[in-house]
């Protein structure tokens, strides 16, 4: 399920948290370009609650957040193996 607001601009639809970062950089966000909600809240779409991040440093910030503070580094890594490669 798809939990961001849109906006419509002229036939578009389009995610208003990437339209407002756009707007305050004044420019096109790239295609390596993510932007994450600090607070987790993906309907805040406040400009003061967005970051841009890369795609490659987006996923590690969900992945530290969620798994180093519940189960430790080491179990967090054996969890991600096991999560990417299935038993047989």
């Known amino acids: 399920m798809y939990k961001y607001k ?12 990437r ?8 420019r096109k966000l790239r295609y390596n370009e993510i932007v994450h909600h600090r607070n987790g ?3 805040d779409n406040h400009v003061s609650n967005l ?5 490659i440093e987006h996923p590690k910030e969900h992945f530290t957040s969620r798994f ?3 189960i430790g580094k ?15």
């Open 6 to 17: 849109k906006l419509r601009i002229g036939d578009r639809l389009i995610d208003e948290h």
């Open 19 to 26: 339209f407002k970062m756009e707007k305050k950089l004044g």
């Open 41 to 43: 809240k993906k309907l």
């Open 51 to 55: 970051r841009v991040e890369s795609r």
């Open 68 to 70: 180093y503070s519940k």
């Open 74 to 88: 080491k179990s967090a890594r054996v969890v991600k193996y096991r999560k990417s490669h299935p038993k047989r």
